[in-house]
Protein backbone atom coordinates (compact mmCIF):
# COMPACT_ATOMS: atom_id res chain seq x y z
CA UNK A 1 0.00 0.00 0.00
CA UNK A 2 3.04 2.47 0.75
CA UNK A 3 5.24 1.86 -2.02
CA UNK A 4 1.87 2.10 -4.70
CA UNK A 5 1.02 5.36 -2.47
CA UNK A 6 4.93 6.65 -3.29
CA UNK A 7 4.17 5.55 -7.02
CA UNK A 8 1.14 7.35 -7.12
CA UNK A 9 3.20 10.73 -5.73
CA UNK A 10 6.01 10.12 -8.22
CA UNK A 11 3.54 10.23 -11.14
CA UNK A 12 1.98 13.52 -10.24
CA UNK A 13 5.03 15.41 -9.80
CA UNK A 14 6.53 13.90 -12.91
CA UNK A 15 3.26 14.78 -14.99
CA UNK A 16 4.90 18.58 -14.61
CA UNK A 17 7.04 19.09 -17.37
CA UNK A 18 8.30 22.31 -18.97
CA UNK A 19 5.64 23.06 -21.39
CA UNK A 20 3.47 22.44 -18.85
CA UNK A 21 4.23 23.82 -15.42
CA UNK A 22 1.15 24.67 -14.44
CA UNK A 23 -1.91 22.20 -14.01
CA UNK A 24 -5.33 21.48 -12.70
CA UNK A 25 -6.55 18.78 -11.17
CA UNK A 26 -8.53 17.56 -14.61
CA UNK A 27 -5.75 18.41 -16.18
CA UNK A 28 -3.23 15.89 -13.67
CA UNK A 29 -5.81 13.37 -13.19
CA UNK A 30 -5.77 13.26 -17.21
CA UNK A 31 -2.06 12.63 -17.22
CA UNK A 32 -1.55 10.33 -13.94
CA UNK A 33 -4.70 8.39 -14.43
CA UNK A 34 -5.54 9.19 -10.59
CA UNK A 35 -9.51 9.36 -9.34
CA UNK A 36 -9.82 13.13 -8.28
CA UNK A 37 -10.85 11.78 -5.15
CA UNK A 38 -7.46 10.56 -4.25
CA UNK A 39 -5.86 13.02 -6.26
CA UNK A 40 -6.91 15.98 -4.45
CA UNK A 41 -5.72 14.02 -1.19
CA UNK A 42 -2.33 13.15 -2.42
CA UNK A 43 -2.04 16.80 -3.63
CA UNK A 44 -3.00 18.37 -0.01
CA UNK A 45 -0.11 16.10 1.06
CA UNK A 46 2.55 17.20 -1.45
CA UNK A 47 1.32 20.91 -0.85
CA UNK A 48 2.01 20.47 2.88
CA UNK A 49 5.52 19.56 2.61
CA UNK A 50 6.19 22.14 0.18
CA UNK A 51 6.78 19.31 -3.27
CA UNK A 52 3.23 21.72 -5.00
CA UNK A 53 2.06 24.63 -4.36
CA UNK A 54 -1.18 25.68 -5.36
CA UNK A 55 -2.73 29.34 -6.76
CA UNK A 56 -4.33 31.94 -5.10
CA UNK A 57 -8.05 30.22 -5.89
CA UNK A 58 -6.94 26.45 -5.78
CA UNK A 59 -7.68 25.81 -9.21
CA UNK A 60 -4.10 25.03 -10.69
CA UNK A 61 -0.61 23.36 -8.84
CA UNK A 62 2.76 23.98 -9.88
CA UNK A 63 6.14 22.14 -8.27
CA UNK A 64 7.05 23.39 -5.04
CA UNK A 65 10.31 24.62 -3.67
CA UNK A 66 10.87 21.75 -1.64
CA UNK A 67 11.74 19.94 -5.31
CA UNK A 68 14.61 23.00 -5.89
CA UNK A 69 16.19 22.32 -2.61
CA UNK A 70 16.25 18.97 -3.10
CA UNK A 71 17.83 19.46 -7.01
CA UNK A 72 20.47 21.66 -5.28
CA UNK A 73 22.05 18.54 -3.16
CA UNK A 74 22.04 16.40 -6.39
CA UNK A 75 24.75 19.26 -7.69
CA UNK A 76 28.47 18.15 -7.66
CA UNK A 77 31.56 20.27 -6.55
CA UNK A 78 31.28 22.33 -9.41
CA UNK A 79 28.38 24.74 -9.47
CA UNK A 80 26.96 28.85 -9.66
CA UNK A 81 27.09 28.70 -5.57
CA UNK A 82 30.93 27.38 -5.63
CA UNK A 83 32.09 29.50 -8.01
CA UNK A 84 30.10 32.57 -6.87
CA UNK A 85 30.53 32.01 -3.02
CA UNK A 86 34.67 33.55 -3.26
CA UNK A 87 33.37 36.45 -5.02
CA UNK A 88 30.44 37.09 -2.86
CA UNK A 89 32.98 37.10 0.35
CA UNK A 90 35.04 39.20 -1.16
CA UNK A 91 32.60 42.01 -1.71
CA UNK A 92 30.96 41.59 1.44
CA UNK A 93 34.21 41.69 3.26
CA UNK A 94 35.24 45.18 1.29
CA UNK A 95 31.55 46.51 1.58
CA UNK A 96 30.58 45.33 5.39
CA UNK A 97 26.98 44.10 3.80
CA UNK A 98 25.20 40.91 3.03
CA UNK A 99 25.78 39.28 0.17
CA UNK A 100 22.96 37.01 -1.77
CA UNK A 101 22.55 34.43 -4.70
CA UNK A 102 19.12 33.95 -5.99
CA UNK A 103 17.45 32.05 -9.04
CA UNK A 104 14.15 31.80 -10.33
CA UNK A 105 12.12 28.91 -9.43
CA UNK A 106 8.76 29.08 -11.44
CA UNK A 107 6.97 32.51 -9.78
CA UNK A 108 9.64 32.78 -6.98
CA UNK A 109 12.81 33.57 -6.31
CA UNK A 110 15.01 31.28 -4.01
CA UNK A 111 18.54 32.15 -2.44
CA UNK A 112 20.88 29.71 -3.02
CA UNK A 113 23.81 30.95 -1.37
CA UNK A 114 25.34 34.22 0.94
CA UNK A 115 27.80 35.72 2.91
CA UNK A 116 27.11 37.57 5.65
CA UNK A 117 27.89 41.24 6.33
CA UNK A 118 30.11 42.43 9.10
CA UNK A 119 28.15 45.40 10.96
CA UNK A 120 26.12 44.34 13.58
CA UNK A 121 22.96 45.56 12.40
CA UNK A 122 22.80 43.20 8.98
CA UNK A 123 20.31 41.71 6.94
CA UNK A 124 20.31 37.67 7.25
CA UNK A 125 18.50 35.54 4.64
CA UNK A 126 18.84 31.59 4.93
CA UNK A 127 19.62 29.77 1.95
CA UNK A 128 16.70 28.15 0.75
CA UNK A 129 14.40 31.28 1.44
CA UNK A 130 11.34 31.88 -0.91
CA UNK A 131 10.31 35.17 -2.13
CA UNK A 132 7.70 35.96 -5.37
CA UNK A 133 9.16 37.58 -8.03
CA UNK A 134 7.43 40.85 -7.33
CA UNK A 135 9.27 41.65 -3.92
CA UNK A 136 12.47 42.78 -3.52
CA UNK A 137 15.41 43.99 -6.24
CA UNK A 138 16.51 40.12 -6.72
CA UNK A 139 12.99 39.08 -7.34
CA UNK A 140 12.58 41.61 -10.07
CA UNK A 141 15.78 41.33 -11.78
CA UNK A 142 14.97 37.79 -12.53
CA UNK A 143 11.41 38.40 -13.79
CA UNK A 144 13.01 41.62 -15.80
CA UNK A 145 15.27 39.15 -17.76
CA UNK A 146 12.60 36.35 -18.11
CA UNK A 147 11.90 35.98 -21.86
CA UNK A 148 9.43 38.32 -23.39
CA UNK A 149 5.90 36.08 -23.63
CA UNK A 150 7.14 34.45 -20.23
CA UNK A 151 7.55 37.05 -18.46
CA UNK A 152 3.99 38.56 -20.20
CA UNK A 153 2.29 35.81 -18.52
CA UNK A 154 4.05 35.96 -15.34
CA UNK A 155 3.07 39.39 -15.15
CA UNK A 156 -0.48 39.01 -15.67
CA UNK A 157 -0.46 35.73 -13.24
CA UNK A 158 1.52 36.89 -10.46
CA UNK A 159 -0.10 37.59 -7.05
CA UNK A 160 1.05 40.90 -5.53
CA UNK A 161 0.01 40.57 -2.56
CA UNK A 162 2.35 42.83 -0.08
CA UNK A 163 4.98 41.57 2.66
CA UNK A 164 5.95 45.10 3.71
CA UNK A 165 5.24 48.45 3.50
CA UNK A 166 7.02 49.38 0.43
CA UNK A 167 5.85 46.14 -1.83
CA UNK A 168 4.61 46.91 -4.81
CA UNK A 169 1.15 45.83 -5.23
CA UNK A 170 -0.15 47.84 -8.52
CA UNK A 171 0.30 45.95 -11.71
CA UNK A 172 1.04 49.27 -13.36
CA UNK A 173 4.05 50.59 -11.05
CA UNK A 174 5.68 46.87 -11.53
CA UNK A 175 5.67 46.67 -14.97
CA UNK A 176 7.16 50.15 -15.47
CA UNK A 177 9.44 48.84 -13.14
CA UNK A 178 10.38 45.77 -14.54
CA UNK A 179 11.03 47.86 -17.99
CA UNK A 180 13.49 49.97 -16.50
CA UNK A 181 15.73 46.84 -14.96
CA UNK A 182 17.07 46.20 -18.26
CA UNK A 183 17.97 49.87 -19.39
CA UNK A 184 19.25 50.71 -15.66
CA UNK A 185 21.26 47.30 -15.12
CA UNK A 186 20.84 46.89 -11.54
CA UNK A 187 17.55 47.25 -9.27
CA UNK A 188 17.02 49.09 -5.65
CA UNK A 189 13.97 47.97 -3.19
CA UNK A 190 12.85 49.88 0.00
CA UNK A 191 11.25 48.19 3.01
CA UNK A 192 9.27 45.97 0.40
CA UNK A 193 10.52 42.22 2.30
CA UNK A 194 11.09 43.60 5.74
CA UNK A 195 10.32 47.08 7.31
CA UNK A 196 13.57 49.02 7.35
CA UNK A 197 15.53 47.31 5.01
CA UNK A 198 17.06 48.13 1.52
CA UNK A 199 18.21 46.10 -1.30
CA UNK A 200 20.07 46.74 -4.24
CA UNK A 201 20.27 43.56 -7.15
CA UNK A 202 21.91 43.27 -10.82
CA UNK A 203 22.06 40.18 -12.89
CA UNK A 204 24.78 37.66 -13.06
CA UNK A 205 25.24 36.46 -17.01
CA UNK A 206 26.18 33.35 -18.58
CA UNK A 207 28.97 33.20 -21.32
CA UNK A 208 25.81 32.42 -23.35
CA UNK A 209 24.23 35.99 -22.50
CA UNK A 210 21.42 34.38 -20.17
CA UNK A 211 20.70 35.62 -16.92
CA UNK A 212 21.68 32.45 -14.43
CA UNK A 213 21.09 34.09 -11.10
CA UNK A 214 20.85 37.60 -9.23
CA UNK A 215 23.75 39.13 -7.52
CA UNK A 216 22.18 41.38 -4.62
CA UNK A 217 23.22 42.87 -1.38
CA UNK A 218 20.67 43.88 1.49
CA UNK A 219 20.96 45.85 4.76
CA UNK A 220 19.21 48.67 7.20
CA UNK A 221 17.69 51.31 5.02
CA UNK A 222 19.81 54.21 7.01
CA UNK A 223 22.64 52.60 5.93
CA UNK A 224 21.78 52.27 2.06
CA UNK A 225 22.29 55.74 1.43
CA UNK A 226 22.37 57.01 -2.61
CA UNK A 227 25.86 56.86 -2.38
CA UNK A 228 26.41 53.75 -0.53
CA UNK A 229 24.05 51.83 -3.21
CA UNK A 230 26.10 53.24 -6.09
CA UNK A 231 29.42 51.91 -4.55
CA UNK A 232 27.53 48.52 -4.13
CA UNK A 233 26.34 48.36 -7.32
CA UNK A 234 30.20 48.76 -8.68
CA UNK A 235 31.39 46.16 -6.31
CA UNK A 236 28.40 43.71 -7.72
CA UNK A 237 28.59 44.93 -10.87
CA UNK A 238 32.33 43.59 -11.17
CA UNK A 239 32.01 40.66 -9.16
CA UNK A 240 28.88 38.93 -11.16
CA UNK A 241 31.06 39.87 -14.55
CA UNK A 242 34.00 37.44 -12.80
CA UNK A 243 31.19 34.97 -11.58
CA UNK A 244 29.70 34.94 -15.43
CA UNK A 245 33.31 34.41 -16.77
CA UNK A 246 34.22 31.65 -13.90
CA UNK A 247 31.07 30.04 -14.52
CA UNK A 248 31.80 29.69 -18.20
CA UNK A 249 35.26 28.06 -17.42
CA UNK A 250 32.86 25.26 -15.38
CA UNK A 251 30.90 24.18 -18.17
CA UNK A 252 28.26 26.94 -17.24
CA UNK A 253 26.05 24.58 -14.60
CA UNK A 254 23.83 26.37 -13.25
CA UNK A 255 20.58 26.11 -10.94
CA UNK A 256 18.02 28.82 -12.77
CA UNK A 257 14.70 27.21 -13.80
Known amino acids: MLVKSLEKALRILLSFESHRKSQTLLDISKHTSIPLTSLYRFLGTLEKHGFVKADAGGKSYQLGPALFRLGMLSY ?15 VAGITGESIFLTVRDGSNSV ?6 GKHRVRLTQRIGAVLPLHAGAAARVLLAYMPEPERQNMLKTLELRALGPGTITRRTVLEKKIRAIPRRGFDVSREEVDAGSCGVALPVFSAKGEVVAALASGGPIYRFTDKKIRQLVDRLSKASQIIGKNLGLTGERVLSK
Open 76 to 90: DSVDLREVAKAEMER
Open 111 to 116: CIESAE
